[in-house]
């Protein structure tokens, strides 16, 4: 229990110390922040950047929208391409599964009457 109690006065401090020594840096990081921003270089650079937005987002824009509008055909008629073929697939299988069916019933009566009319074909 007492080892408890120091750990936890222990993190108390280190809190403590550790704020107030982070609260300094963070304060000093932010001048240079703000004293960067503020430099007229940047500034200017900023507004030459601004600018170029401004007259180059119409054309972003019809750019990035044909993208997604192409990317969004791809993506539909693959996806109607993939659905069919499963759905065609699950169509044609009881299909055969219903024909080999019928053939089954009818199997062994063929094969009863070539076999009671002595057919080569069957052995017993």
């Given amino acids: 229990m007492r080892g408890k109690i120091l750990f936890a006065a222990g993190l108390a401090v280190g809190y403590v110390l550790g704020t107030r020594a982070g609260r300094e840096r963070y ?3 932010k001048r240079a922040a703000q004293g960067f921003w503020n430099d007229p270089r940047v ?10 937005v401004r007259t180059a987002a119409p054309e972003v824009a019809e750019f990035v929208s044909d993208g997604a509008k192409k990317v969004v055909g791809q993506v539909t008629g693959a996806g109607r391409t993939s659905a069919a073929k499963p759905a065609a697939a699950s169509r044609a299988k009881p ?8 053939s089954r019933s009818t199997g062994p009566a063929k094969r009863g009457s070539k076999a009671g009319s002595g057919s080569a074909g069957t052995s017993s």
């Fill in 43 to 52: 500034q200017r650079r900023v507004d030459q950047v601004e600018d170029f």
């Fill in 95 to 102: 299909a055969a599964k219903a024909a080999g069916a019928a």
């Fill in 27 to 29: 304060e000093q990081l």
